[in-house]
């Protein structure tokens, strides 16, 4: 196959600046300020936190209701077909023409990308071999199992080669074999070829050791973006404490001495300042608690997601 991939393209990748959008009563997005720059991004959240939203802005689908953006610094509403020619997207849900082969569905959206019939039928063979349906190129759509649809889609937008793609939740509906191929697409394409994407998410474990920035929204607001190296070095030194007794009163042993534990899954997360484990163990002599296990967590982006949400309601993370 030849090389999917264009040079990097100058940065910020793209830039928002007090952006909200309304729909009705609903605030979609509230006030959002961010700069990204070239290379993985996720955009992660649960649904409904506004990253659709987010993706239809950028593309110019939708205008703001106040706020400025530019994706590769151009205005997706001033210039739509400039954006539209520099971006990919693969959207969330169905949007294929079943009675299309694979190869003429992506030759087609090729062609709809401006590219000439045969550069757009010669890409479309290398982006189908890339996602992994060059045995199945010549089936009707309508025959495709939810992973190569899945494939199929991101074959599309790869086709006409550009810069950055939107991804809106690409491992949606697959199974667990299925979902690990996708990612190990995103993987090539994050390691290779100089391609930007954005990730658009709400399986959060999706992103942890694929992207190198993350956005994450929560309720349409901005909860934390930037490098993933920086955000999570904090929490490198995080520790994880396993007890057997009643947790509320060891928590409130913990609070009592300056700490801020959260509660996740059966354990306890907590910053101890110095590495000291001295207060831990005041705590469980004073609660009557066992003290089963501690160690350090692993950072990942969920954890990090956790942390900001219980930061911003002000209570624990459950």
């Known amino acids: 196959m030849r090389a999917l991939g ?15 959008r309304r729909f009705g009563d609903v605030t979609a ?10 290379g993985a991004i996720g955009l992660v959240g649960p649904n409904g936190s506004g990253k659709t939203t987010l993706l239809r802005l950028l593309m110019g689908l939708i205008a703001p209701d106040s706020g ?4 590769l ?3 997706p509403l001033r210039e739509p077909l400039r954006v539209r020619e520099l971006v990919g997207y693969m959207p969330e849900h169905d949007c294929l023409m079943p009675d299309l082969t694979g190869i003429g569905f992506v030759a087609h959206m090729g062609r709809v990308s401006g590219l000439p019939k045969e550069t757009a ?9 890339f996602v992994g349906l060059e045995e199945e190129r010549y089936r009707r759509i309508h025959t495709y199992s939810v992973g190569m649809r899945q494939r199929v889609k991101l074959a599309q937008a790869l086709v006409h080669d550009p810069p950055l793609c939107f991804l809106d939740e690409p491992t949606s509906g697959l199974d667990p074999k299925g979902r690990e191929e996708m990612l190990g697409l995103l993987r090539t394409l994050a390691t290779t070829g100089h391609r930007s994407f954005v990730l658009s998410t709400h399986l959060l474990p999706d992103a942890d050791g694929l992207c190198d920035q993350v956005l994450l929204l929560n309720g349409g607001q901005l ?8 955000l999570l070095s904090a929490r490198d030194r995080e520790s994880v404490v396993r007890i057997k007794g009643d947790v509320d009163p060891f928590l409130a042993a913990l609070v009592r001495r300056g700490l801020a534990p959260r ?15 001295r207060a831990v163990f005041e705590a469980a002599a004073e609660t009557g608690a066992q003290v089963r296990f501690l160690g350090q967590s692993v950072a990942t982006i969920e954890g990090l997601f956790l942390s900001k949400i219980q930061a911003v309601s002000g209570g624990e993370a459950t």
């Open 223 to 230: 909860l934390v973006a930037g490098p993933v190296s920086e």
């Open 121 to 129: 039928m010669s890409r479309a063979h290398d982006v189908l071999e």
């Open 6 to 20: 264009p040079a990097r393209v100058a940065s910020p990748l793209f830039r928002a600046d007090s952006v909200t």
């Open 29 to 38: 997005l509230s006030d959002l300020s961010v700069d990204l720059f070239p």
């Open 68 to 71: 400025t953006l530019t994706v």
């Open 263 to 277: 509660y996740v899954d059966g354990a306890i997360h907590l910053a101890l300042p110095g590495g000291e484990t």
């Open 73 to 75: 610094g151009h205005d």
